[in-house]
């Protein structure tokens, strides 16, 4: 089953704050239920968010109310490009549920071609460590760099997956890791501040992402957490790839200084701190484009800076 799903009389998504433990799903009938959604990341990742706005704008409008709608879901995420670039089609669009319906299959053909052409980087037996969630569930279905490893696996290549936990929302523990289980991937989980030591003992041969906004000079805007992960791999002289449909290009935003980088609540990182601590928690950090050695799309694999 799709992440997001036209139903009809709604646009239904997987619920990920309840993975790995269940598998339940969420039915939204308004903008603002599909808003609250994405807020509360019951939908996450760059595509699946592009897709449920777009149901979200089309909910909008057939219930007179474009432009209420579009204020809720454009306050929903701040950072990833997605969200705001289906907005703008659906609201252009003569008929809005068809422009989210070509949006969400279109998403799942740009995902499958991302996949062909990721894994044509990859070589057999590849070892590979990887960030966040950005499989199926960061998509409409099939994944943006997951969907490389997943294309590569398809191949018969055989690679083998690092997973970061991701603090704090452990994405990647709990999702990454149940995607690859059930892909039949095999894979291992390591804490975010093992990647340095794996990759200094020379256990990874790639570095790899998604992104939720590339900037037009090639800055990727991802999951906090890539940053640090592509310094490491430049260190160690390992790739880093970052894998993103051409939606998630901003050509307005000249580099990551630029975008707006969502702040969570301090809750999501105090759990183990005694009552009252302070915490800062942004969502999503910059890495350079320097330190990218390819930016893959469904259009093809771009080396070096954009600009």
């Known amino acids: 089953m799709a992440t997001v799903e036209w139903v009809g009389d709604g646009v239904r998504l997987i619920d990920q704050t309840r993975l790995p ?14 808003a609250g959604a994405i807020r509360r990341m019951v939908v996450r990742g760059a595509p ?27 306050e929903a995420r701040p950072t990833a490009r997605d969200l705001f670039w289906a907005v703008e089609l659906v609201e252009q669009a003569g008929d809005p549920l068809e422009e989210a319906h070509r949006i969400a299959r279109d998403s799942v053909e740009a995902c499958r071609r991302m996949g062909r052409e990721g894994a044509a980087l990859l070589p057999d037996g590849a070892r590979i460590v990887t960030i966040c969630n950005t499989g199926a569930l960061a998509a409409v279905d099939y994944g943006t760099a997951l969907g490389v490893v997943r294309a590569a696996h398809e191949q018969g290549k055989r690679p083998f997956v690092y997973v970061m936990e991701t603090r704090p929302r452990a994405q990647g523990a709990r999702l990454t890791t149940w995607e690859l289980r059930k892909l039949g991937i095999e894979h291992r ?18 570095a790899i992402s998604g992104a939720d906004r590339v900037c037009a000079n090639g800055d990727v805007v991802n999951k906090i957490g890539t940053y640090p992960l ?49 915490a800062w928690n942004p969502a999503f950090d910059v890495t350079p484009a320097s330190l990218v050695t390819a930016l893959v799309t469904e259009r093809g694999v771009l080396h070096g800076a954009l600009a």
Request: hydrophobic share 45%.
């Open 21 to 34: 433990e269940q598998e339940t799903y969420v039915l939204c009938t308004t903008a603002e239920e599909v």
């Open 48 to 74: 699946a968010i592009g897709a449920a706005a777009a149901y979200g704008m089309a909910l909008a409008a057939l219930q007179g109310r474009r432009s209420a709608g579009a204020a809720a879901i454009r």
């Open 189 to 206: 989980l390591i804490v975010d501040s093992a990647a340095g030591l794996l990759l200094r003992r020379g256990m990874a041969d790639v």
């Open 230 to 278: 592509a310094l490491l791999a430049r260190e160690h002289g390992v790739p880093f790839y970052a894998v993103a449909p051409t939606s998630t290009i901003d050509a307005g935003c000249p580099d990551g200084d630029q975008v707006a980088i969502e702040e969570r609540a301090p809750g999501e990182v105090t759990t183990f701190a005694p009552s009252g601590t302070e």
